[in-house]
């Protein structure tokens, strides 16, 4: 079975009542096809996001390009940038490699090789919670507010009045010290009691100064050695009891891949829910702002859950909101209709790319 003319005629089949069951027999076939081309090496996968059709295309580090595309994996499948998924939906997007600054990346190395950062701040990790969460590796960094770790980084990330008047979710993002072990000085013996008790007090609220939950952070992806991704995340709770959680995709600038390149990602989302079908709503912001709400349309009303996403790009960098209503997903009457209403004002919330 091959991921084109084979595959296609068997689903048209399967699909289109040519066959003698009542029911839609494609998701079930769709799951137990083999795979289609291998993926990619993370290194692969990184050249390839740094070419966007024949050449590399550079931009003025913080470019709009503007482009998200929606595609329904179950009536598109094994599309190019997905060749091993036949289910589930996709959203396609430009992205812009950006440039951290020097001393952050400098940080980012030093807890990568396990070592505090020239300021003494030891590596950490991330914890996370929430669905469709990102990778996550060494060099997490924590921050007081959204526009704190705006500046840290320097990074055009998306603004928003509405959120920042919320109130942080300390399930949102947590950082913890990577490593348990305490070095001790080739002395150590010759210390005393209190000396070594003050070492360990010491040493701890070095370790932990950082540790816990924090209104803002990143993480990082790496592709071998070289940060790849950054990961901004915030989690708000607003005035109305729902619960915003806004996760930014930064592809980093590397030595293939220069700041300002343009080049083109992809997320897929729930590739194994086979029987699902998909719409999807565009939504334009006064400010010209485009977001996709995707809505699936077979469970839908029973898991509104499944309709609480919007995705836009802004200044080159990729985000997805998600919506918890403030009782939870108890009330699903609506199939998250009310929910979604206020997903569309946080949209309107963000101010226009710079």
């Known amino acids: 079975m091959t991921p084109d003319r084979d595959e296609t005629l068997l689903r048209e089949a399967l699909q289109k009542g040519l066959h003698p069951a009542e029911t839609d027999l494609w998701p079930a076939v769709a799951e137990a ?21 024949g050449a590399p295309l550079l931009l003025a580090a913080g470019a709009l390009l503007g482009r998200v595309e ?5 009536t598109n499948p094994r599309p190019s ?36 950062d020239a300021d003494g701040i030891p590596p950490m990790r991330t914890f996370l919670s929430g669905r469709n969460l990102p990778p996550e590796g060494p060099g997490g960094r924590g921050y007081d507010s959204w526009a704190d770790l705006t500046e840290a980084t320097g990074l055009p990330l998306a603004q928003s ?15 913890v010290p ?4 305490i070095p001790l000085p080739d002395d150590w013996q010759t210390f005393s009691v ?5 070492y360990y007090k010491d040493y701890n609220e070095s370790q932990w100064r950082l540790a816990g939950a924090w209104p803002a952070g990143f993480s990082v992806e790496w592709d071998e050695d070289t940060p790849m ?28 891949r220069p700041a300002g390149t343009s080049s083109t990602g992809s997320q897929v989302y729930y590739d194994k829910k086979a029987g699902f079908t998909w ?21 839908g009303k029973t898991s509104p859950y499944l309709n609480a996403n919007a995705f836009f790009e802004q200044n080159g960098i990729f985000y997805r909101l998600e919506i918890i209503p403030y009782d939870g997903w108890g009330q699903i009457e609506d199939g998250g209709e009310a929910a979604r209403a206020v997903l569309k004002e946080v949209l309107d919330s963000f101010e226009p790319a710079g």
């Open 279 to 299: 719409e999807v709503e565009e939504y334009t912001t006064p400010s010209g702002l485009v977001a996709l709400l995707p809505r699936c349309t077979s469970n």
């Open 178 to 181: 990577c490593s348990y072990t």
């Open 70 to 74: 929606f595609t329904n994996l179950r």
């Open 229 to 256: 991704y950054l990961y901004p995340r915030r989690v708000d709770k607003l005035s109305n009891g729902c619960t915003i959680e806004t996760q930014a995709y930064v592809l980093l600038a590397a030595e293939e």
């Open 194 to 198: 209190e000396e070594r008790n003050a």
């Open 161 to 175: 009045a509405l959120l920042d008047s919320g109130t942080p979710d300390d399930s949102g993002f947590s950082l």
């Open 81 to 116: 940038f997905a060749p091993e998924n036949n289910t589930g939906y996709a959203i396609q997007y430009d992205q812009t490699a950006y440039q951290l600054p020097d001393k952050l990346m400098d940080s980012l190395q030093a807890h990568y090789n396990g070592q505090p």
């Open 33 to 53: 096809l083999p795979a289609g081309q291998k993926r990619y090496n993370r290194r692969t996968r990184a050249l390839r996001l740094a070419i966007c059709l």
